[in-house]
């Protein structure tokens, strides 16, 4: 993978100022994120074997209501990740277990321009992850979602 500056990302004045904030992109965790709206489930299989969730601040999940793209400046998205837990009563169900997980997308067109508007933050038990981790956020989104600005999930209707 390239470094940040071979892939024109340059760490914000925030990410270098406060060791709460994602490396890159200078994302943090929003407050009251998890009062957000439902955008979608999902199940990731093994070997990461999660139950996921995703999230919308009003301007994100009116978006995905609407079918707007590109998603508007003022997004923002949130994937929350568990370990899935079989059952231990139903052979058929699961549930979630320890979180593994919290992640951000930031759609600002003009901060984010060298990732076509898009900010991104991992974090494990409030803190951000590695500036590797970081480093394949936005090649990921965008060998996956090209198509649909660069968000993968899709509307569960």
Same mark, same amino acid.
């Given at each position: 993978?390239?470094?940040s500056? @071979?892939?024109?990302?340059?760490?914000?004045?925030? %990410?270098?100022?406060? #060791?709460?904030?994602? /490396?890159?992109?200078?994302?943090?965790?929003? %407050? &009251?994120?998890? @009062? +957000?709206?439902?955008?979608?489930?999902?199940? @990731? $299989?093994? /070997?990461?074997?999660?139950?996921?969730?995703?999230l &919308?601040n009003?301007? &994100?999940?009116?978006?995905?209501r @609407? #079918?707007?793209?590109?998603?508007? !400046?003022g997004?923002?998205?949130? *994937?929350v990740a +568990?370990?899935?837990v079989? %059952?231990t009563f139903?052979?058929?169900?699961?549930? /979630?277990g320890q $979180?593994?997980?919290?992640?951000?997308?930031? *759609?600002?067109?003009?901060?984010?321009?060298?990732t076509? &508007?898009w #900010?991104?933050g =991992?974090f494990?038990?409030? *803190?951000?992850?590695?500036?590797?981790?970081?480093?394949?956020c936005?090649a990921?989104?965008?060998?996956?979602? *090209? !198509?649909? !600005?660069?968000?993968?999930? =899709?509307?569960?209707?």
């Open positions: 993978m390239s470094s500056n @071979e892939i024109g990302i340059t760490p914000t004045t925030n %990410s270098a100022a406060n #060791g709460n904030a994602s /490396p890159i992109y200078g994302v943090t965790i929003p %407050s &009251g994120y998890r @009062e +957000w709206q439902a955008i979608a489930p999902s199940l @990731e $299989a093994p /070997p990461l074997d999660e139950l996921r969730i995703i &919308g009003p301007a &994100g999940f009116q978006a995905f @609407e #079918g707007t793209l590109p998603f508007p !400046d997004t923002i998205l949130a *994937k +568990w370990k899935r079989p %059952s139903s052979t058929t169900a699961s549930f /979630p $979180a593994t997980t919290v992640q951000f997308m930031v *759609k600002d067109s003009k901060k984010y321009a060298a076509d &508007g #900010g991104f =991992r494990v038990n409030g *803190k951000p992850t590695s500036l590797a981790e970081h480093k394949t936005f990921c989104h965008q060998s996956l979602a *090209k !198509d649909h !600005d660069f968000v993968i999930t =899709r509307y569960a209707q």
